[in-house]
């Protein structure tokens, strides 16, 4: 599979989510960026989404990607940054390795079906790791995602670095990406 495909059509995203990435992240950069996600939300057939309703994740997935194509080149980055910020997150979280892990929790709590994906860390020592995600979405929105969960838990001296590494990635065709993160 490749980044904007879903691993199964079955998948459904929370409306909650959806509500939350485009009214309160992407209105963090302009209104005009809000209205377009919304029609290119619309054109993909979730006109209103209700925040206790559930949507195909493959709309979502298509207005990504439109997201991607009509706004600015590095939107998509930019916005991963703001989830941790928007987002109902997960409670007890006091470091950058839990914070990293509790990506995975936040994203199976708003998505659901029997193929979505995950987002699995694995500490290689005090101040590194690797994330490898599994997910249809693309790789700048996870790449901002871990960098701002690591950098809102990592020591205020520390500069956070992520790059992805490994044989394959979502752009090319795969399943999954991996970061290396260090902080």
Request: one cysteine or more; hydrophobic letters at 35%.
């Amino acid at each position: 599979m490749a980044q904007y495909e879903a691993f199964d059509p079955a998948v459904e995203v929370h409306g909650q989510t959806i509500l939350t990435v485009i009214d309160d992240a992407l209105a963090r950069f302009s209104e005009e960026y809000r209205r377009r996600a919304r029609e290119a939300l619309a054109e993909n057939g979730v006109e209103d989404p209700a925040p206790d309703e559930w949507y195909p994740q493959q709309a979502w997935l298509d207005t990504f990607e439109t997201i991607a194509d009509q706004l600015e080149p590095h939107i998509l980055d930019r916005l991963g940054e703001q989830i941790p910020d928007v987002a109902d997150w997960p409670a007890g979280v006091s470091s950058v390795a839990d914070g990293l892990r509790s990506i995975d929790e936040a994203y199976q709590r708003n998505h659901r079906g029997d193929d979505i994906g995950f987002y699995h860390f694995e500490a290689l020592d005090d101040r590194t790791g690797e994330m490898t995600c599994k997910t249809p979405y693309p790789c700048p929105f996870d790449r901002g995602l871990i960098r701002a969960l690591a950098q809102q838990y990592a020591p205020v001296e520390s500069f956070v670095f992520v790059e992805e590494v490994g044989d394959e990635c979502r752009r090319e065709g795969a399943d999954t990406c991996t970061y290396a993160v260090s902080w």
